[in-house]
């Protein structure tokens, strides 16, 4: 049974960065997508960035592009996003996901079948 376990969050000034850690277990990756959604209080989940297991194709949401940076350790079985210059409004629980999606359905959160736990990330002076 695959199981994904978060960490990295915490609290951090505008500005700074963060770097979010997944462990990926108990299953094969080589044809799923793992992303990062985000679910902030009274807001639906959202895409952020996601990565194809086997060719490395990435993907972002606009609104952390070229800000955000996904990857992933195959040897290791990590998934990393590297959050800088944060805003306030990258406020939220921050979720590793990962599902056998497609190019065409990769950004949504049907796609996915196994979520990790979530991990806070607060962005606050």
């Known amino acids: 049974q695959v199981q994904l376990v978060e960490s990295g969050g915490g609290l951090v000034q505008p500005g700074g960065s963060l770097r979010l850690s997944c462990a990926a277990s108990g299953g094969s990756f080589s044809s799923s997508f793992m992303a990062w959604f985000r679910q902030a209080p009274g807001k639906e989940r959202e895409f952020v960035a996601a990565?194809?297991?086997?060719?490395?194709?990435?993907g972002y949401a606009d609104s952390v592009k070229g800000r955000f940076s996904i990857s992933r350790d195959k040897a290791e079985s990590m998934v990393y996003l590297q959050m800088n210059s944060l805003k306030p409004e990258d406020t939220a629980v921050y979720y590793c996901a990962t599902g056998r999606a497609i190019l065409s359905s990769y950004t949504q959160v049907s796609s996915y079948t196994t979520w990790g736990q979530g991990t806070q990330v607060t962005v606050s002076s």
């Open positions: 990565i194809r297991w086997n060719s490395g194709y990435t």
